[in-house]
């Protein structure tokens, strides 16, 4: 079965800390992405990466950056946090980038 | 259906019977579907998915089915169990294209009632 774990599932920060989310994917997977999830929003693609050291902006990057230094590993960094980036924050990972999407068990972040 | 809005339409269903959950999806180059189960709290879930050569899948206790004219993907879950309780939501992609990443709905939420 496709692994794919988070470093934290519950966070608490302060504004303006810098924040690194964490996702580990066991199946060598080519593709990685991280979505927020918010009610009535659904899933909102932040950034994805097609392959090591690759990354392309989603939907909404601003206020995100993000790290591939490893195959397996995909991290998301909030560099000055904000209270509207208070929110659940899912990574996934596929072999195809059009294929199904194997996701995390989400970090539920809160910024005060 | 598709949620507009601050709140996931709901399904409220009796324990044993079966529940039908519909998706209207926007591109009609799309040509595979998923559906994904999320129980509260925890991360998105595959349940079965569907290529446009087909109408019809079937899996344990799902079925989905695929109305390509209008652009209509619908789960039925037969049976229903208090641990089908979840939101539901469907995604779509151009699988043959040279882009194109899943689009998501934002999901119904399914209640089961004992």
């Known amino acids: 079965d496709v692994k794919v774990t988070q470093s934290s599932r519950y966070l608490v920060k302060r504004t303006g800390e810098k924040v690194f989310l964490e996702c580990v994917q066991d199946m060598d997977h080519e593709n990685m992405f991280w979505y927020r999830q918010d009610p009535g929003l659904g899933l909102r693609l932040i950034y994805f990466s097609y392959d090591v050291k690759m990354k392309e902006k989603g939907d909404i990057p601003e206020g995100y950056s993000v790290s591939r230094e490893k195959k397996e590993r995909f991290s998301l960094i909030l560099e000055s946090a904000s209270t509207n980036q208070t929110s659940m924050y899912l990574c996934?990972?596929?072999?195809?980038?059009?294929?199904?999407?194997?996701f995390g068990p989400g970090t539920r972040l809160l910024v005060l | 259906g598709e949620s507009v809005g601050l709140h996931l339409p709901t399904l409220s269903v009796q324990e044993g019977d079966n529940s039908i959950i519909n998706c209207a999806y926007s591109?009609?180059?799309?040509?595979?579907f998923i559906w994904y189960k999320q129980e509260s709290g925890k991360g998105p879930q595959f349940i079965i998915d569907i290529r446009s050569n087909m109408d019809k899948r079937q899996g344990q206790r799902v079925t989905v089915l695929l109305n390509k004219t209008v652009k209509h993907l619908s789960l039925q879950i037969a049976a229903t169990q208090p641990g089908d309780s979840a939101v539901y939501f469907c995604a779509e992609t151009n699988y043959g294209g040279s882009q194109g990443n899943l689009i998501f709905g934002k999901g119904t939420k399914l209640s089961v009632k004992p």
């Open positions: 591109n009609s180059a799309s040509d595979y």
């Open positions: 996934a990972s596929n072999r195809r980038i059009q294929e199904t999407q194997y």
